[in-house]
């Protein structure tokens, strides 16, 4: 995922409203991002990795929107050097609590362990009356470069 002309970044954002069928939603709006950056879920080995990668993040984050704070209303995905950066910004200012090592044999509630594990980083901070939860997926150099191989 090279930043394109310039050598600029590019930021995308999808304003959402309730929660029927938006992590679909979400999920279609990433990968056509992704696609259009030269990334695409049938690539090459390691970069269809990273596709699903972060498919399954965008997925966690918005789920985690409707489940706990009401819905989402905003995903942005901005690439910008070697990093994507993901943000889902809602309306709850509580910020995301992991579950307890003893709540972990319960379903549900392992979204913010799978950010743990696929992010470099992730966090969440305050953004008007609610907040935006946020992680970062770093793109390795050959990773950048790959996008542009016939």
């Known amino acids: 995922m090279g930043t394109g002309p310039g050598g600029k970044g590019q930021t995308r954002r999808l304003?959402?409203?309730g929660t029927k069928g938006v992590v679909s939603r979400c999920r279609d709006f990433t990968e056509q991002a992704l696609a259009d950056w030269g990334w695409t879920a049938n690539g090459?080995?390691?970069?269809?990795?990273l596709v699903e990668d972060v498919l399954l993040l965008v997925s966690e984050l918005v789920t985690n929107?409707?489940?706990?704070?009401g819905g989402p209303e905003e995903l942005m995905l901005n690439r910008?050097?070697?990093r994507l950066r993901i943000e889902v910004a809602d309306a709850e200012p509580r910020p995301p609590r992991r579950r307890l090592p003893n709540e972990l044999s319960q379903p549900g509630g392992h979204g913010l362990?799978?950010?743990e594990r696929l992010?470099?980083?992730?966090?969440?901070e305050p953004r008007g009356n609610g907040k935006v939860v946020w992680l970062e997926v770093r793109l390795t150099p050959a990773r950048g470069q790959a996008a542009h191989r016939p």
């Open 65 to 69: 929107a409707c489940l706990h704070a």
């Open 44 to 49: 090459r080995g390691e970069d269809n990795a």
């Open 80 to 82: 910008s050097g070697g």
């Open 113 to 115: 362990i799978i950010l």
């Open 15 to 17: 304003a959402l409203f």
């Open 119 to 124: 992010a470099h980083r992730w966090g969440a």
